[in-house]
T-cell receptor, first 116, second 115 residues
Framework: AQKITQTQPGMFVQEKEAVTLDCTYDTSDPSYGLFWYKQPSSGEMIFLIYQGSYDQQNATEGRYSLNFQKARKSANLVISASQLGDSAMYFCAMREGGTGGFKTIFGAGTRLFVKA | DTGVSQDPRHKITKRGQNVTFRCDPISEHNRLYWYRQTLGQGPEFLTYFQNEAQLEKSRLLSDRFSAERPKGSFSTLEIQRTEQGDSAMYLC?????????????FGSGTRLTVV
């Protein structure tokens, strides 16, 4: 069964510094996609970045990058140059490409606090 | 297009009553998803539509829950005989046909409180 684990309930980072949010996953499907979403206090989930299981390079989107280590089944999110507006809940998610259909499962999330 | 719309934003109901929520996805998106999120947890998958067909339903979903997408556009989620454990945020999301590397677009959610 597919599973997403985020072991950091909360993280603190100083403004302008980089931070890594951890995510490990478990699946037996060779084809899958990994996602990170941000949920500010307003509640709306915002898609940040995607990594495919067959992608050779780590995904990057502006200040977000995904450190994909396939053998270790980890997909950590790196936020560079943190800003106060980055304070939010961050969810790692996975969608299997085969028998998993098109549903995405989410981890429990990490709450990030950016300090001024 | 203004994104995914959900109505109402908040709903307070008495235990035992029925409630219905509506979701209007982005018009070009043929896939629609319902999730439930409780405080401090990640979204939990409920059900998924491709056009008007309901292709998957979580086994965690009791028969008090039903969802429809009659014309492949908007969707409704109904909860019958609500219980206090149904109190949660109900999120709707949509995605386009070519979704291999496309994240979902979520609505703002409907917060249900059962008293």
């Amino acid at each position: 069964a597919q599973k997403i684990t985020q072991t950091q309930p909360g993280m603190f980072v100083q403004e302008k510094e980089a931070v890594t949010l951890d995510c490990t996953y478990d699946t037996s499907d060779p084809s899958y996609g990994l996602f990170w979403y941000k949920q500010p206090s307003s509640g709306e989930m915002i898609f940040l970045i995607y990594q495919g299981s067959y992608d050779q390079q780590n995904a990057t989107e502006g200040r977000y990058s995904l450190n994909f280590q396939k053998a270790r089944k980890s997909a950590n999110l790196v936020i560079s140059a943190s800003q106060l507006g980055d304070s939010a809940m961050y969810f790692c998610a996975m969608r299997e490409g085969g028998t998993g259909g098109f549903k995405t499962i989410f981890g429990a999330g990490t709450r990030l606090f950016v300090k001024a | 297009d203004t994104g995914v719309s959900q109505d109402p934003r908040h709903k307070i109901t008495k235990r035992g009553q029925n409630v219905t929520f509506r979701c209007d996805p982005i018009s070009e998106h043929n896939r629609l998803y319902w999730y439930r999120q409780t405080l401090g947890q990640g979204p939990e998958f409920l059900t998924y539509f491709q056009n008007e067909a309901q292709l998957e339903k979580s086994r965690l979903l009791s028969d008090r829950f039903s969802a429809e997408r009659p014309k492949g556009s908007f969707s409704t989620l109904e909860i019958q005989r609500t219980e206090q454990g149904d109190s949660a945020m109900y999120l709707c999301a949509s995605s386009p046909p070519e979704e291999s590397n496309y994240g979902y677009t979520f609505g703002s959610g409907t917060r249900l409180t059962v008293v």
